[in-house]
């Protein structure tokens, strides 16, 4: 065969063996180094069972090449003719590039992969404290720490040992480095050593004996002075002892580093002083430590120093440990906790994440923790400091189901293993899955993915965070549902009292009737109670994630109760995710979107679509409306079907609000507060101008005429006119008509009272819908003036008799209902008064002034807090409104751009046309959008207008759920809006009483 027949024989051998490169690898096989082994086919094919050939040959070369004179062959000889230790040396040099560069610096160290004795298949603390005894420096520990590691790893890849195993001699090989390097602490200050008891509690990973390759190793240290040493003294050695020991495993020298020693575990933290006595922690524990803490101390674990004192420590913290579920912000502290996780992450790094990202390692441990603590305190059984330990035990409890369990014991087993793999490549700490094509399928391989290690490893790991995923849904509430659903029967494994105990520490407030709702939706063998068995584990986590679980699973109950028989109904919640999210988030949030959804439960079918949950268009309802009420017999039907569409439309508009579908695409809701609320202000609004002209068709068609003597026109007023309509407004109106050719003016006038009186009757007729209270107060004279004035008579009115509030009021005038036509030449005719042609002079700015501070005096509530009231109180929505319109009125003949209806529009207006300090609009709109928020959030959560925060705890915690806080944060929520409020009058006292 010809020379290149021959070379590309070999090459496609070395491709079909692994190789990439098959070029470079056909060069290092040939290289001197190798010489003879390179040639032979057993190398080849040991090369080729590796997770990556071209990095573990380019390995062994670099390995050869470091050999002394006649060690060289040694090595080659005994690797071909031993196949243990060339499986383990090649096993090692195809995973980790990190451990090659350690053999390359150490060359003889292969030696330590020869020959494994049965005793050292399972090394434990004891045999790795032999072997690193030798060590009496920083540098000769590191370099028997990484010889120690590289028997750790060659058996964990030749699959000698499991997963749980490795983790555990990890664990144990960090405890005797930490113990190695308190004695060389301890040597090199033994004036320190002497002066206290030192005793090391290992934390985390190293505690529960389930470390990583490369990570943080977590501790706390617990000291107690020496007999005849003063406490001072002896904690300032102990601190020192500690510190030294610590720079030992974490400096960097020529040899590496071993690993961080993190201490922030402790008491305060990094604030918190290194090293405590027993009665300090002790002391901390009982009165300042947050739930997180108890959660920590779950893996507390004696690891060095002195083990008495160490197993004191363990002692004393156990039943703290056991009591933190009766905490009073137990669930909120918890839920705190995931949520901070979860915002922890960069936005491209989520979906890589192996530890933190959704369905990944710290979900499973955060729920095992969690049915722990919930758990742990009546069943001894469940206090294991090892993840899978403690899995195993809460399914042998019952606690988990078994299936789900094993389920969640290999996708853990799964995930830590590929973290392992990733870590072991470069010796790096990382938990992100690489991207690079070679880095996947090194890892593919190293998993024992062979055909497609790429498409394999994707598919298997998709697959594992997939079942992780819904890991609150498979620990919490599955066992909940099947305990619940045979409580009667008798044949719940987990019984009444554990159940009623689990919904407590889930955050509900009345067990005992949170279990009747449950039996009710769960029990039995129909097809509804199957389906919603299957739904309620999604619906109950949402519902434990909001301020009152109760209302929520009480609003599911009811919406079941009257659509449970709807098959579209269940198929929706079944088959559309969204749909079932979105219901549980909309019945937690408060009253006001149940109370609409339960008087139309049909509504539900909004929430498994995107687009019903967008406003409809203005004109839309118009047309709805407008047919509904040309079908109706009697104005009251007519009236009564205008209120239906109305109804829907809120809850619509509701819902979108809640779930946060009213944000910028990509942008969370509490991060667009601006746009979120003005989407909400023109929904509502034109949900109201439809109903009002829907109502006014109505009453023209009562009269039984073709067409009335009279034009009308509704002009809307206030928020109304403003589009800033919050979900508890009254819809401020005026009237204005104009007669027919021909019509007497008496005639018209009393048609068109006739009409706007109907209109008005017919919208406050009783119903269990929400009310569209009708204002009128903004018409001329007020109260004392005639409910609708002709167009002349109001240009006479205004030409003679105006005041300069009635001109202020005017700004937010806009038709909404009637004739088009009439509206648009009363806005021409109204244009002067509201923008001045001249400005405002002197005397109309003192009015505009006295005026507020009269409102501001007389109009707050007795007793009301001015720091919170929304309307009236420092800061707040009356502040701004007559800031912004006091310039609209001194400037807008000059700047057309200020001729808005719109609070935020004119803002912007006068900070671009240089009237206003940009600065000064931003915290003047910060405010306004914020008062205005609250007031929408108070309804929703209450169903009842409120102009400040409400008292009732519950209540509270929901606003500021809807305002974007975490649980827990009523006070931060209060302090924020005290903060802002009070920057916005500062601005407001400048512009509007001395500007």
Known sequence: MPVGGRRDSRYGQLLRRGFTDPTAAAGLLDAPALAPAGGDGVLADALAATADPDLALRGLVRLAEAQPEGERSRLLDTLLAAKPLRDRLLAVLGASEGLADHLARHPAEWQALVAFETADLHPGTEEFETAL??????????????????????????GTTGFAETAAELADLATATLRAALRIAGNEAPEDAAQCRLAVIGMGKCGGRELNYV?????????????GVEEGPALQAATRL???????????????????????????????????????????????????EFQALLKARPVAGDQALGDAYCTAVAPLVWQAVERENFVPDVQQMRRRVEQSLPAAQAERELKLGPGGLRDVEFAVQLLQLVHGRTDPELRRSTTLDALAALAAGGYVGRQDAASLDASYRFLRTAEHRIQLHRLRRTHLMPTDDAELRRLGRSLGFTGEPVQELNAAWRRHTAGVRRLHEKLFYRPLLDAVARLEAGQARLGQDAAAERLVALGYADPASALRHLTALASGVTRKAAIQRTLLPVLLDRFADSADPDAGLLGFRKVSDALGTSPWYLRLLRDQGAAAENLARVLSAGRLAPDLLLRAPEAVALLG?????????????????????????TPEAAVAAARGVRRRELFRTAAADIVGAYAPEGTPAAEAPGPVLDRVGDALT???????????????????????????????????????????????????????????????????????????????????????LIDTDLR????????????????????????????QALLRAEPVAGDAGLGERFLGLIDPLRYPPDG?????????????????????????????HTKLGRGGLSDIEWTVQLLQMRHAHAEPALRTTRTRRALAAAAECGLLDPADAEVLDEAWVLASRVRNA????????????????????????????????????????RRTTRRARAVVDRLFYEG
């Open 133 to 158: 005894a030798p060590a009496t420096d920083p540098d000769t520990l590191r370099v028997r720490y990484y010889r120690a590691l590289l028997t750790i790893a060659a058996r964990d890849i030749t």
């Open 215 to 227: 990570s943080d190793v977590d501790v706390i240290f617990v000291a107690e002075l020496a007999e």
């Open 242 to 292: 500690a510190g030294r020991m610590m720079r030992v495993c974490s400096d960097t020298t020529a040899e590496g580093t071993i690993w961080p020693v993190d201490a922030n575990l402790r008491p305060e933290g990094r604030n918190g002083p290194l090293v405590r006595t027993l009665s300090s922690h002790l002391a901390y524990y009982r009165r300042w430590a947050k739930t997180w």
């Open 609 to 633: 679509d995107p687009a019903g949950l967008r406003p409809r268009p203005g004109p839309a309802l118009h047309q709805e409306i407008q047919a509904a009420v040309r079908r109706a017999d």
């Open 686 to 772: 034109d949900i109201n101008a439809a109903t009002i002209a829907g109502a006014l068709s109505a009453a023209v068609a009562a009269r039984g005429e073709d067409e009335p003597p009279t034009r009308l026109a509704v002009i809307a007023m206030g928020r109304f006119g403003g589009h800033e309509l919050s979900y508890g407004s009254d819809a401020d109106v005026i009237f204005v008509h104009e007669p027919h050719e021909g019509v007497s003016e008496q005639r018209a006038a009393e048609a068109a009272f006739a009409l706007a009186n109907e209109m008005i009757r017919l919208l406050q007729l009783p119903s269990i819908d929400p009310p569209l």
């Open 780 to 807: 001329p004279e007020g109260r004392s003036g005639p409910l609708v004035r002709s167009y002349r008579s109001f240009a006479a009115y205004y030409q003679r008799w105006s005041l300069v509030w009635e001109s």
């Open 840 to 868: 405002l002079g002197d005397d109309a700015v003192r009015e505009i002034r006295r005026l507020k501070a009269r409102m501001e005096a007389e109009r707050l509530p007795r007793g009301a807090d001015p720091t919170t």
């Open 938 to 977: 108070v309804m929703l959560v209450r169903g009842r207008p409120l102009d400040t925060f409400p008292t009732d705890a519950r209540e509270s915690a929901a606003v500021a759920r809807y305002l974007g806080y975490e649980p827990g944060a009523v006070g931060r929520m209060l302090d924020d809006y």
